[in-house]
């Protein structure tokens, strides 16, 4: 749930090298939201240029990474309703509810 | 009694007024034209005796009667409807009953449109109208210019009065609603679990944004117990810390119920029920009924909603939409790292020249092995992704057909062109080509043999690896 964004000339590009496929931990973990608005100031810096070389690729690698995250949140998310459910002390406890459930009933 | 002046508008009270003479209820049977005749018998000063009238007289009576009452006009009648038949000319006749009686009523065909509430045989109704005498069938008839399913007076008038207490403590004032998060992780669903809401609200939140945790709290729609029912389903959402998101709250909640009758959609009239949305601690998005519907929940509301299908397309932001602006975003970051390459390539020629210039070539060699070194990082941080890319937003584009050719038709396009670019960026691709560069092993590049000797160790860096040779031979020969 991190929104913190890469600080100049930190090695980010360590979180994700180029060969290892996989985007950073944090980036897999981050919220669609928080993941477009870090994606949209990593191109916002990225077309302002002016930065050293190093520093505008490991942003790039970053915003791959934001991007490729973002695209896979609405392509595979897939709707999630669970049912609240009051226990005997008074507290909540989810299930979750099938997508079949509950239409078949009157 | 008898002594008071007569109304000319109005003879027929004095008539009335009267007792029955004993000849007018045998008068019929005593013989037609036993009597004066009846022309006579209309004014104040009509001779005692028998009268004998026409019926049409007698009826024009009646309807003058009928016609002067006020109770008899502008008049709510609730009944079961009976028999019902349309005319010819489009008029709606039909009876109205209880258990002592019955009303025959009509609804003319202008009316009808107006109306546009039918009446059907065994349905409780309320009819409003005027009482008149119909004279050709001698008929006392309603005309009604107003029919509602019976109940719907009495609610309708429960309802603005509740209407009015609930805005006179402030409860609907726009000054009171809240705007909804433009990016909800966890909406609050309180509806029925066997209800049309819950299955139209899981269509549009499955196609428009599934990216959103959805947390059902089951609550009976209608009937007794509803309202205390809908109250707990929006304290228990209120309450609700979700675990997974780190205990954070919902973000919004949306109550909902498919349409029904009136009486059916009154739990959202209920005053327990108004203050309850009014009172959430969450954002809250009201769908109830049909478009038509209204019910006192929704003023109440942060946001209200026509029907639970609406009610879920306002909570949540559009997939295709958001899809959009990441392929953008994603088209910007590619064009930006491409200039970024070029700008680096015109860096790196204007250092070689400068450093040529000063000739200082271990310096030369190391700097420009650097820069290189950067760039093929580059080359292969942006082709791999780039191929990549290319590939997911091709399989994206499977998922999300309307975007799907053209994204990954300019990814791939982006792709080729910044390859292109690369291939000429690195010094690698001249050893690819076949070269090799040689160095001593303090890094200095070897450009003539003559400055070496048989026996000096040497570093060959090849397009892939490199090898550690010694010399065995200097043959010193011209360029």
Known sequence: MSDETPTPGAPIAAAGTPSDGGPPADVAAMAFDA???????????????????EESIALYERGVALHDHCARLLSDAELRVQRLVQQAGGALRTIDLSPDDAEDEA | MSDRPVD????????????????????????IGSGPAPATSRGSDAPPGPRIRPVGELTRLLRDLLRGDPRLRDLWVEGEVGQVSISAAGHCYFTLK????????????????VVRFEPRTGLRVVAHGRIDLFEPQGAYQLYVDALQPAGFGDLALRFEALKAALAAEGLFDPARKRPLPSWPGAIGLATSISGAALHDIRQVLARRWPLVRVFLAPCQVQGDGAPESIVAALRRLGGFRDAARGGRALDLVILARGGGSLEDLWPFNDERVVHAVAASPLPVVVGVGHETDVTLAEFAADVRAATPSVAAELA??????????????????????????SDGRRTLEAERRALESARPEAILAAERERVGL?????????????????????????????????????????LRAVRAGLATLSPYATLERGYAIVRTPEGAIVREAGERRAGD??????????LDVRVERVRDSGP
């Open chain 1, 35 to 53: 993941a477009l608005g870090e994606l949209q100031q990593v191109v916002a810096r990225l077309e302002s240029g002016n930065l050293p070389l």
């Open chain 2, 374 to 414: 950067l760039l093929d990082r580059a080359a292969r941080a942006v082709g791999a992704r780039l191929a990549t890319d290319a590939a997911r937003i091709a399989r994206a584009g499977d998922r999300l057909p309307l975007l799907a050719s053209s994204r990954a038709a300019r990814a791939r396009a982006e």
């Open chain 2, 457 to 466: 160790p040497l570093e060959v860096r090849l397009a892939r690896g490199g």
């Open chain 2, 98 to 113: 209880d258990e002592r009686a019955q009303l025959r009523c009509v609804i003319f065909r202008d009316e009808r449109r």
């Open chain 2, 8 to 31: 000319p508008e109005r003879p027929w009270e004095r008539w009335l007024e009267e007792p029955p003479h004993p000849a007018e209820s045998h008068g019929a049977a005593a013989g």
């Open chain 2, 316 to 341: 949540v932001p559009a997939r295709a939409e958001q899809a959009a602006g990441v392929a953008l975003l994603g088209r910007r970051l590619g064009a930006a790292a491409g200039r970024v390459l």
